[in-house]
């Protein structure tokens, strides 16, 4: 069955450390999404890719960075910048346009930082 | 801009029907419908359209009032499986393929 993978499911790091987060998708869509959720929130766009060696800030990029070298895979690092990096991390998948297509979400991954 | 959605929560018994809403500031080419569990992944609900196409959910129905930017999920003889929070998701023309999500509607379903 086609899906989008997030690993690991729980990330536990020290502060000062960069960590990355892995997102891997067999849909064949074009487009992909990082997405941070606080408890408590709605979900809020950290960056996102609509073509392979191309991706856009979204609206909380500051302390992330991302590559999307495959179709397939659009990891994401937190870097030491982030100043609260303790969060649920969501990759999301679509196709091209998301005018009638809908997002496709992965399981998440819950980052711990101390 | 997010998208204000209303109200932030909502306690239903079991059969009873709801309804939420999703407000927009801007000119909006369709609203998207997800529904998360605690702990889980958001899953898609449905996608209204500008110009009056929905795609989705069969037992949901939801209406996308393109004069005010508003949209509105029906949600009737609910069930206990329903419980979850509601988000909205907005596509809007100006801002590429992204989607940007309200803050949410928690609904709680009792026996």
């Known amino acids: 069955d086609g899906g989008i993978t997030q690993s690991p499911k729980y990330l536990f790091r020290k502060e000062g450390q960069n960590v990355t987060l892995s997102c891997e998708q067999n849909?064949?869509?074009?487009?992909m999404y990082w997405y941070r959720q606080d408890p408590g929130q709605g979900l809020r766009l950290i960056y996102y890719s609509q073509i392979v060696n191309d991706f856009q800030k979204g609206d909380i990029a500051e302390g992330y960075s991302v590559s999307r070298e495959k179709k397939e895979s659009f990891p994401l690092t937190v870097t030491s910048a982030q100043k609260n990096p303790t969060a649920f991390y969501l990759c999301?998948?679509?196709?091209?346009?998301?005018?009638?297509?809908?997002?496709?979400f992965g399981n998440g991954t819950r980052l711990t930082v101390t | 801009q997010q998208p204000v959605q209303s109200p932030q929560a909502v306690i239903l018994r079991e059969g009873e029907d709801a309804v939420i809403n999703c407000s927009s500031s801007?000119?909006?080419?369709?609203v998207h419908w997800y529904r998360q569990k605690h702990g889980e992944a958001p899953v898609f609900l449905m996608i209204l359209l500008k110009g009056g196409e929905q795609k989705g959910h069969e037992k949901i129905s939801a209406s996308f009032n393109e004069k005010k930017q508003q949209s509105s999920l029906y949600l009737t003889a609910s069930q206990l499986s329903y419980s979850g929070t509601y988000f909205c998701?907005?596509?809007?023309?100006?801002?590429?393929?992204?989607?940007?999500f309200g803050e949410g509607t928690q609904l709680t379903v009792n026996p």
């Open positions: 849909l064949n869509h074009d487009a």
């Open positions: 801007k000119a909006l080419y369709s």
């Open positions: 998701g907005t596509h809007v023309a100006t801002s590429g393929s992204r989607l940007t």
């Open positions: 999301a998948s679509s196709r091209q346009t998301l005018y009638n297509s809908p997002l496709h």
